[in-house]
């Protein structure tokens, strides 16, 4: 069995500290709810300028009531489609990101990139056209990778900079000086 990684959220989405789950069907659900609430928010936003707010007044006849009533039924049926896309998208993309890991044993931009092709592939499917869902996997799948990949490199060189270069900041107390 492939020892489990237990991986931060990014600042964005890190709520009080928490932590994604080590298996990956609780991070897959913690994801979906994660990403379904984000899309509940986009869903709102988009309907507050998609549909402007008609309200039901005491004159109002049967046939605008109905109209209004219609159009509450497609804001609801526009915030459920759009929060189910985030929840599916974020799902997709934490299964395949944490079902690569534990079959890889590694946690490196091989991953992102395999999870951000689900996402291409998910966001490819909305146009129902083949080549529009290979595409959007190829240039999501680059893009994971790349980011991944350069966060990896930055990170390397901030925890290396300070021995590499016996870099003191003025002002911070480090261990050594308080012996002293």
């Known amino acids: 069995m492939s020892k489990a990684i237990d991986k931060e959220i990014p600042p964005a989405l890190n709520i009080k500290g928490t932590k994604l789950k080590d298996d990956p069907a609780e991070a897959t659900i913690q994801t979906a709810v994660i990403f379904g609430t984000v899309g509940l928010i986009w869903g709102q936003i988009q309907n507050m300028y998609r549909n402007p707010p008609v309200t039901n007044t005491a004159d109002s006849t049967t046939l605008q009531i109905i109209k209004i009533q219609q159009t509450q039924a497609q804001r609801m049926s526009h915030l459920g489609r759009v929060a189910s896309f985030f929840a599916l998208t974020g799902a997709s993309y934490t ?3 944490r079902i690569m890991r534990s079959m890889r044993g590694k946690d490196d931009y091989v991953n992102k990139a395999a999870g951000g ?4 592939l998910l966001m490819g499917s909305v146009t129902r056209r083949p080549k529009h869902m290979i595409s959007m996997c190829l240039s999501m799948s680059t893009l994971f990778g790349a980011a991944e990949m350069y966060l990896e490199q930055e990170k390397s060189l ?6 590499r270069f016996n870099i003191k900041v003025k002002g911070l107390s480090t261990p050594e000086d308080m012996k002293e």
Not at 117 to 120: A, D, E, K, V
Not at 158 to 163: D, F, I, N, R
């Open 117 to 120: 092709c689900t996402i291409g």
């Open 95 to 97: 299964a395949t990101e």
């Open 158 to 163: 901030v925890l290396s900079t300070p021995e």
